[in-house]
């Protein structure tokens, strides 16, 4: 088991950042890509962005490019998602979640262990 641990949601202008953190516990932290998603209100679950297990990879869906940014200390057992330029089309619930494969893996079930998220909010 992996137990996830989100921080850092909360009310921002457009145009603000925020930076979430993702603390992680249980089995071998660098073990795991990691990956975050988001849930709006009446909307399915989405991808934002994966990093491998050593951070050396990163992928972001089209929507969240050249704006936000993960990374990962495996030092720390954490991972981040910096968001920068944010809109209010951004506000959701931000998960972050665990996957034990390698690969681009952007489908919600691909991953195994969960957070409990974290909500995002961008006023106009």
């Known amino acids: 088991q992996v137990q996830l641990v989100e921080s850092g949601g909360g009310l921002v202008q457009a145009g603000g950042s925020l930076r979430l953190s993702c603390a992680a516990s249980?089995?071998?932290?660098?073990?795991?890509?990691m990956g975050w998603f988001r849930q709006a209100p009446g909307k399915e679950r989405e991808f934002v962005a994966r990093?491998?297990?050593?951070?050396?990879?990163?992928y972001y869906a089209v929507s969240v490019k050249g704006r936000f940014t993960i990374s990962r200390d495996n030092a720390k057992n954490a991972v981040y998602l910096q968001m920068n330029s944010l809109k209010p089309e951004d506000t959701a619930v931000y998960y972050c979640?665990?996957?034990?494969?390698?690969?681009?893996?952007?489908?919600?079930?691909?991953?195994?262990?969960w957070g409990q998220g974290t909500q995002v909010t961008v006023s106009s």
């Open positions: 979640a665990a996957d034990p494969y390698r690969g681009v893996r952007v489908i919600a079930d691909d991953y195994n262990f």
């Open positions: 249980g089995r071998t932290f660098s073990n795991y890509a």
């Open positions: 990093i491998s297990r050593s951070g050396g990879t990163t």
